[in-house]
């Protein structure tokens, strides 16, 4: 089955899907093509669909956010702890 040019999409012959029914029927000549996929991820618009969902965003935006709140309040804390621990050594010895 060979590949060829509608729009903006490779698709295989004869396939048409959602908005790619509206886009113009015409083929593009090979010499007209600006780009080439260079490279592919398997799977990643499964990761990209989870994302865009509410668990998705929980998971990917809201828990990194809170775990580096509580680092940097944890990082604050210490600093506090340490610098008056470090007063109290020195006047010791």
């Given at each position: 089955?060979?590949?060829?040019v509608?729009?903006?999409?490779?698709?295989?012959?004869?396939?048409?899907?959602?908005?790619?029914?509206?886009?113009?029927?015409?083929?593009?000549?090979?010499?007209?093509?600006?780009?080439?996929?260079?490279?592919?991820?398997?799977?990643?618009?499964?990761?990209?669909?989870?994302?865009?969902?509410?668990?998705?965003?929980?998971?990917?935006?809201?828990?990194?956010?809170?775990?580096?709140?509580?680092?940097e309040?944890?990082?604050?804390?210490?600093?506090?702890?340490?610098?008056?621990d470090?007063d109290?050594?020195?006047?010791?010895?």
């Amino acid at each position: 089955m060979r590949d060829f040019v509608r729009g903006h999409a490779v698709l295989p012959r004869g396939e048409l899907a959602g908005e790619l029914a509206e886009v113009d029927q015409a083929l593009v000549p090979a010499e007209n093509v600006v780009g080439v996929v260079q490279f592919h991820i398997p799977y990643f618009g499964y990761l990209v669909q989870f994302v865009n969902t509410a668990n998705g965003t929980l998971l990917f935006v809201v828990v990194p956010a809170v775990l580096l709140v509580v680092n940097e309040l944890w990082n604050f804390r210490t600093a506090l702890t340490d610098d008056g621990d470090s007063d109290t050594a020195t006047e010791n010895d």
